[in-house]
Each structure stands twice: as structure tokens, then as C-alpha cells.
């Protein structure tokens, strides 16, 4: 009887601690996406990853945890992964800016050179020749810099 009685002062207390405590955000993929860009700013790249792929298990609709969870293989010397990525990227958004260009640079560390180009052309049809993507991956195919696995050194 005296277990019993302790686990319903418990229950009472962690009601009375629940009804007192301010609610906590809800999990949502956007918070989650929020939290692995803070993440991967910081440095953090094993937790970014992970809250890349829970946004996507939470739902997240988007190319942004995609491309985090590429960048991070490309960063990390994981250049199949990274392709992989990059194109799961492009089936959501077929234009997008940072996927064009990390498969440019993927093929250009490979030595595939023309397909670097092809790269190339689909991002100034998307962004144009002065975004940061296409100004890297032209500098990138014109010097000649040595690249990791599609990521600048």
C-alpha cells in the first residue's frame, strides 16, 4: 500500500509540474531545420546532420535538409553520398543553386570535366554568371584549384 500511495503523490507531482511549467515549442520540421542551419554555422556538423535528417523524418517538404545532409558527405570526404544527395536536391528543386554547383564540383574532382561544364551551364541558366555558386564553379573549372571530393581546399 505504501508503493501506492507513493506513485500517486508522483503522478501528482509531475502533474502539478507539467500544469506550472511553460510549454515547450513544438517539435515541428521547420524548428528542426532552424536548428540544424545554427548547427552547421557552429561548427557542428555531426549534430547538423542529425537534425537534417530528423526534418526530414519530421516531414520537412523542402530541398534544405537534402542539401545540408550533401553538403556534409561532400564535406566529409563521402563524395557517393554527396551525389546522392545532391540529387535527391534537384528532384525537389531542379534549379537549385547549391546542388547544381556541388555536383559540378563533385564531377570536377572526379576528372569529368565536360560534365563540370554541363553543371555549369543549368546553374547561369538558373542563377546567372554573378551568383556565388556559378562565380565559384567557373573559377573552379577555369584555375584549376585542387578540390576534395567537391569541396574547395
Known sequence: MIFGLAAAAGAQAEAA???AAPAAAPLTSER????ATKAAERGDDVAALQ???A????????????L??????????EPGLAERYYGTVLELDP??????NGLGLLELAKGNRAAAEARYALLVRACG??????VQLNQALNSGPALN?????
Do not use: M
Open 55 to 66: 526534418a526530414i523524418v519530421h516531414g520537412a517538404a523542402t530541398a534544405e535538409p537534402y
Open 95 to 100: 534549379a537549385n543553386p547549391a546542388a547544381l
Open 32 to 35: 528542426l531545420l532552424t536548428d
Open 129 to 134: 554568371q554573378t551568383c556565388p555558386e556559378a
Open 17 to 19: 509540474f507539467a500544469a
Open 51 to 53: 537534425l537534417f535528417q
Open 68 to 77: 545540408g545532409i550533401a553538403k556534409f558527405h561532400a564535406e566529409n570526404n
Open 149 to 153: 571530393n567537391g569541396t574547395p581546399n
